[in-house]
């Protein structure tokens, strides 16, 4: 299970800090995902953190704004998110990698499971 936290609302050039907190699995152990729908919008991903290494990808529209991150002890993943613009209004979730699913680019949110409920996130113009 995972449990998202930290949404709220926002003025441009903001930052939050969201959280996903998990149960019954090490997050260490799989890729974790972000992704953020929009109203009427399709779940797109965001950001991941790949559990057999580390390795990060992030979308273009976040990249050097945005930040992925573990505490392996909290089992926990971070996603910092700093310069916030209005087009980044979204519910925002996290997901793990099916362990069936082959890791790939842009993420697909068919490859992830586990979804938690969501935080939302509003900027302000």
């Known amino acids: 299970q995972l449990v998202e936290s930290g949404g709220g609302l926002v003025p441009r050039g903001g930052s939050l800090r969201l959280s996903c907190v998990a149960s019954g699995f090490t997050v260490d152990d799989y890729t974790i995902g972000w992704f953020r729908q929009a109203p009427g919008k399709e779940r797109v991903g965001v950001s991941s953190s790949q559990g057999s290494d580390g390795s990060t990808y992030y979308a273009d529209s976040v990249k050097g704004r945005f930040t992925i991150s573990r505490d392996n002890a909290k089992n926990t993943v971070y996603l910092q998110m700093n310069s916030l613009k209005p087009e980044d209004t979204a519910v925002y979730y996290c997901?793990?990698?099916?362990?069936?699913?082959?890791?790939?680019?842009?993420?697909?949110?068919?490859?992830?499971?586990?979804w938690g409920q969501g935080t939302q996130v509003t900027v302000s113009s």
């Open positions: 997901a793990i990698l099916k362990p069936w699913a082959r890791f790939s680019t842009p993420l697909s949110s068919t490859d992830f499971t586990s």
